[in-house]
């Protein structure tokens, strides 16, 4: 059996004559029985699986973008791969410097674990960490050492559970001149401790600055008995 020129030719029975004209069918039915036949599995048992087409089909979409990009770029494909070089490098270069960016807006994590410690206790704590280079905890110690300091100045209520966030919004009415300061400092306390970064010399120094300018603050006297602690 054999497909030609649309017309589908069978063998004439062997009852006809030699001269006898072929036997034909109409181009419309030829052509599925065909599609039939050459749809049976036989016929694609050495085809490529779907996954296999489909990776073909991506590799290349691939090759036509970069063909694209290289004869758009300046000096072709070895411009292409320097400038693809550069973003590489800097994105390791701010992955290096700011570490992993998982913080959330506002910690709802307590700023003092179940151990009490005095703000000399704490400010100890944070030079022998930042003598060793561990800018993290010294920041985070640093922290403590602030909001203890007003505790025991009587410009906080000591507060079981209260978040370095808490404790910069409290102590700002009292201490308005340094809102800007404890919300930074706070942020900068969530950002080591909760959001997954890496302090460095340069936020400890702003912290251990900050703690010194607020023991030298008079607070804002607000009617509160806080306010007379000065």
């Known amino acids: 059996m054999s497909l030609a020129g649309g017309v589908l030719w069978a063998a004439a029975p062997r009852s006809r004559g030699g001269d006898a004209p072929p036997v034909t069918i109409p181009r419309d039915p030829a052509r599925e029985a065909a599609r039939r036949e050459l749809s049976k599995p036989a016929y694609h048992q050495d085809d490529p ?10 590799w290349e979409w ?17 411009g292409l791969l ?7 490098a800097l994105a390791v270069a701010l992955w290096w410097r700011l570490g992993t960016p998982h913080r959330t807006p506002h910690s709802t994590a307590a700023l003092f674990d179940d151990r009490p410690h005095s703000a000399a206790e ?3 704590a944070a030079e022998a960490h ?14 403590r050492a602030i909001v203890r300091s007003l505790e025991e100045r009587a410009l906080l ?18 201490l308005p001149a340094h809102t800007d300061g404890l919300r930074t400092a706070a942020r900068d306390f969530d950002d080591v ?3 997954g970064r890496t302090a460095t010399r340069q936020t400890y120094e702003r912290l251990t600055t900050l703690d010194t300018d607020l023991g030298r603050t008079t607070p804002t006297l607000t009617g509160s008995p806080r ?3 000065e």
């Open 82 to 88: 320097v400038i693809a070089l550069a973003v590489i």
């Open 122 to 124: 704490h400010r100890a």
């Open 62 to 78: 691939v090759d036509k973008l970069f063909s694209a990009a290289s004869g758009a770029t300046p000096g072709g494909g070895f």
């Open 49 to 58: 699986s779907l996954l296999h087409r489909g990776l073909d089909r991506f």
């Open 157 to 174: 209520d000591p507060r079981p559970g209260r978040t370095a966030d808490e404790a910069a919004t409290e102590a700002g009415r009292t």
């Open 227 to 229: 306010g007379a602690a």
């Open 130 to 143: 930042a003598a060793q280079g561990h800018w993290t905890q010294a920041v985070q110690e640093r922290m």
């Open 193 to 195: 401790t909760y959001g």
